[in-house]
C-alpha cells in the first residue's frame, strides 16, 4: 500500500469535517479533486475508508485505521517542518514575496506556498511580464509566476544577463476567441483566424503587451490586418455581447450569459505560464520542484476543468500542456 501525503491530508480533511464539500473548502480544492484523492486512496487501502450517512462522511473500520495513521504521519510531518524552519531561520525569508500576472493560479498561491515552505507568502499582481522578472532580479521578489505571448521570430522582449534567472513552464495553453453567442460562427466547433477579417478585438487596458504583438502578427499571417480597441473589461464583454467585438480569452475561462469560447484551428494564439526563480536566492532547488508540481496539478485541476477547455483537449491528444519540470533555463519569448 503506498498513500501520498496528499491522499492522507485529504482523508484527514473529511475525517475532521464530516464531508467533502467542507474538506475540499478547508483544503482550498476543488470538490472532484478531493473526490478523486479519495478514490486513490481507497484503491491504494483496499476498500471504502468513509461511508455516509445522516451524521455525513464517517470512517469504516478500515478508514479509521488509515485515519489514525494519516494523523500521526503528517503530525511529524508538521513537527518536521518546524524543525527545518528553526534551523535555516537565520536565512530563509519570514514570507516568500512572489510577483504574478493576474489568473486562476494566483489564489492557489496562498495554499501551496505555506504548504510547500512552511511560511506565509506576499503575492503581488500585475499585468505584464517585465516588471516582475526586474524586481525578481533585483531581489525585490523572490519568486514570479507570469505569461508570456510567443511572437514567431520576434527578439526577447526582456533584457536579462545570461544565467540570471531561471524558470520552468507551468502551461502552455491555447486562447480562443470570446464571441457572442449569437455570433455567425458562435455554433463552430473551431473557426480559422480568417474568419475573423474584419472583426474588432478588444484589449482591456493593462493587458501584457506581448499580447497585442501577438495577435498582430497572428492576423498578418492570417492575411489580414487586426482591428484592435481598448475598454475595461465590463465594458469589453458588453461590447462582445453585443457581437460588437470579439476578445481574446483563456480557454479555462467561464464565459459570461451570452458569450461563446470559439476555438481558433492551428491554434495561432498561445500563452505560456512560467515560474521564475533566481539562482542562488533565498529559494532552494528541491522547494521550486514542489512548487512547481503543485501549480502544474492546480492548473489541470482548476483550469482543463472547465467545459470548454476538457472538450477541446479531448479533440486534441496530441497537445501536451505542461512540458518537463524544472531542468534548464527558460528565456521567456514574446
Partial sequence: MSLELRQLRVVKAIADEGSLTLAA??????????????????????GPLFRRGSRGSL???????V???????????????AAVA???EDDWPAAVRIGCAPGLLVAHLSVAVPLVAGSDVQITTGAGSAGHLAALAAGRTDAALVTHFP?????????????????????????FAGVCAGHRLAARS?????????????????????????LTEACRRAGHPVAVCGAEYAEALALVQEDRA?????????????LVLLPLRGEPLTMATVLYW????????????????????AQREIIEAAPAYRAWLAGHPDWRTTPPGPAADHRPRG
Avoid: F, Y
Fill in 246 to 258: 470579439v476578445l481574446p480569452m483563456m480557454p479555462g475561462s467561464r464565459p459570461a450569459p451570452g
Fill in 25 to 46: 473548502q478547508r483544503l482550498g480544492m476543488a470538490q472532484p479533486s478531493v473526490s478523486q484523492a479519495l478514490a486513490q486512496a481507497e484503491r491504494a487501502a483496499g
Fill in 151 to 175: 511572437v514567431p521570430g520576434a527578439a526577447d522582449p526582456v533584457d536579462l544577463a545570461e544565467g540570471e534567472l531561471c524558470g520552468a513552464v507551468v502551461a502552455v495553453e491555447p486562447l
Fill in 59 to 65: 470512517p469504516t473500520p478500515l478508514g479509521e485505521v
Fill in 190 to 214: 473551431e473557426a480559422d483566424l480568417a474568419e475573423l477579417a474584419g472583426e474588432r478585438w478588444c484589449l482591456p487596458p493593462g493587458s501584457d503587451e506581448g499580447l497585442g504583438a501577438q
Fill in 278 to 297: 533566481r539562482p542562488g536566492g533565498p529559494l532552494p532547488e528541491e522547494w521550486i520542484r514542489s512548487l512547481w508540481k503543485h501549480l502544474v496539478r
Fill in 86 to 88: 528553526r534551523h535555516r
Fill in 67 to 81: 485515519v489514525a495513521h494519516a494523523r500521526s504521519v503528517l503530525d511529524s510531518v508538521e513537527r518536521m517542518t
